[in-house]
């Protein structure tokens, strides 16, 4: 198992631990385990706002450019800017990561319109003469057989 944090958060004593595809947080009373995700570098949640990052993450921003303060590794308590229970965003040198609810925030990758190479121009169909099929139509239960005469 790795050792990945030991300190204090709000003055309680915290530690994080990785060991294969588990993350471990424990505090006085209480240990939280859970997938550790798959993005090796990707910010790991603490919980109240706080994100432990890598040791060679860049200087965090919010999604408006403001500095995020770090010390020993942890951001401040970065809240939510919208009522549904996720976030925050933020910018993590190059990438920009969201907090969605797992254990470690997602990169959120940006593509502007020109990016793909047909973009300027719409989609057609591969084969002309066929038709759309209504996907839920498909899901329904088929007829059953005509009955012979």
Do not use: K, M, N
Request: net charge positive; aromatic share 6%.
């Amino acid at each position: 198992a790795q050792l990945l944090y030991a300190g204090r958060l709000d003055g309680t004593p915290f530690a994080v631990r990785r060991r294969g595809d588990r993350l471990a947080r424990y505090t006085p009373g209480r240990l939280d385990v859970v997938p550790a995700g798959t993005g090796p570098s990707a910010p790991i949640a603490l919980g109240g706002g706080r994100y432990l990052l890598a040791p060679w993450d860049g200087r965090p921003e919010t999604a408006s450019g403001s500095p995020v303060r770090v010390s020993g590794g942890v951001t401040s308590p970065a809240p939510a800017a919208t009522d549904c229970g996720r976030g925050p965003l933020f910018h993590l040198g190059s990438r920009t990561v969201g907090h969605l609810g797992g254990p470690r925030p997602a990169a959120l990758p940006y593509h502007p319109p020109a990016w793909h190479p047909r973009a300027d121009r719409p989609g057609r169909p591969r084969r002309p003469g066929r038709r759309a099929v209504d996907p839920p139509a498909l899901a329904a239960p088929p007829s059953p057989p005509p009955r012979p005469p």
